[in-house]
C-alpha cells in the first residue's frame, strides 16, 4: 500500500512532531507542515498541497483538534486521521460525527503511523472512486448503495436488502449504523465498543460475537475483517 505524497501534522508537543517527521522522512511522504495551533493552519492551509491531515486532539490554543477538523472539513475535502491520547466516549463521538479515516493513540510506534496512515489513505482513494463512479453514495445523499442487495439510508438509520427492511438487533444496528457513516474506511475495536456499548464494559469477545451474528444472518453484507485493527464496510 501507498502513502499519501503530502501530509499536514497537527501536534503541539515538539518532541512528537519531530518523531512523526522522522518516521515520513524515511518514506516517500513530504511532510509540508507542521502545526502547533488552529490559527496559524487555518492561514495557511490554502497554500499547501495536502494529501493528509495527521491532527491531535489537543493541541494549542481555544480550538482543538476536533473543532479544527470540523472548520477545514468545510472547505476542503481532505482525510483527517486523529491523534488522541484519550478514548472516553464523549471524545470518540465527536470525532465520529466527522468521518475521520483513522485514529492513532498516544503512545504510539513508527509502525502504528505507517500502518495506519497506509490504511488510511487506500480507503481515501477506494472512497473517492466509489463516489466518481456511483454519485448517489455520497455522504450529502441520504441514501447510502452498499452494494447491489443493500442500501441504507441514514435519515430513518435503515439498511435495506432488495428494497426490503431488515431488522435488526439493537446492537446489530449500531454495529451496521457506524460501519455505514464510515463506509471503505477501518472502525477501530475501541471505537466500536465504546460507540455500541457507550462505555459499559463488556467481554473481549462481545464484538466478534456481535459481528458474527450479523455475518450469520446477512452473509454478503461485505463487512471485512482487519486483523488487529478493526472493521470496515468496503464497498469495491
Same mark, same amino acid.
Given at each position: &500500500? ?11 508537543? /515538539? ?9 515520513? $522522512? ?11 495551533? %488552529? ?16 491532527? +491531535? ?30 478514548? +472516553? ?40 472512486? &466509489?463516489?466518481?463512479?456511483?454519485? %448517489? ?7 447510502? $448503495? ?56 463488556? $467481554?473481549?469477545? /462481545? ?30
Amino acid at each position: &500500500m501507498t502513502l499519501p505524497k503530502h501530509i499536514v501534522i497537527v501536534e503541539d508537543e /515538539a518532541i512528537t512532531q519531530r518523531f512523526l517527521q522522522d518516521i515520513f $522522512a524515511q518514506h516517500d511522504t513530504n511532510v509540508v507542515g507542521c502545526f502547533d495551533n %488552529a490559527a496559524e493552519l487555518l492561514t495557511e492551509i490554502k497554500d499547501l498541497e495536502c494529501d493528509m491531515i495527521l491532527m +491531535d486532539i489537543n493541541i494549542k490554543g481555544p480550538m482543538d483538534g476536533i473543532q479544527l477538523a470540523r472548520k477545514i472539513l468545510e472547505k476542503y475535502a481532505v482525510p483527517i486521521v486523529f491523534i488522541t491520547a484519550h478514548n +472516553d466516549d464523549e471524545t470518540v463521538e465527536e470525532t465520529l460525527e466527522l468521518s475521520p479515516y483513522g485514529f492513532i493513540c498516544k503512545p504510539f510506534t513508527s509502525k502504528d503511523v505507517i500502518v495506519t496512515i497506509q490504511i488510511a489513505y487506500k480507503q481515501y482513494q477506494s472512497h473517492k472512486n &466509489m463516489e466518481s463512479n456511483n454519485p %448517489a453514495t455520497g455522504d450529502n445523499h441520504d441514501t447510502v $448503495a452498499i452494494s447491489k442487495a443493500y442500501t441504507y439510508t441514514k435519515k430513518h438509520s435503515q439498511l435495506y436488502r432488495q428494497g426490503k427492511p431488515v431488522d435488526l438487533t439493537k446492537n446489530q444496528h449500531l454495529l451496521v449504523k457506524v460501519l455505514v457513516h464510515h463506509i471503505n474506511q477501518t472502525v477501530s475495536y475501541d471505537t466500536l465498543v465504546s460507540f455500541i456499548w457507550e462505555g459499559t464494559e463488556v $467481554a473481549d469477545s /462481545a464484538l466478534r460475537t456481535l459481528v458474527y451474528s450479523v455475518r450469520k444472518l446477512l452473509p454478503d453484507l461485505p463487512i471485512v475483517s482487519h486483523s488487529k485493527i478493526g472493521y470496515a464496510l468496503e464497498v469495491v
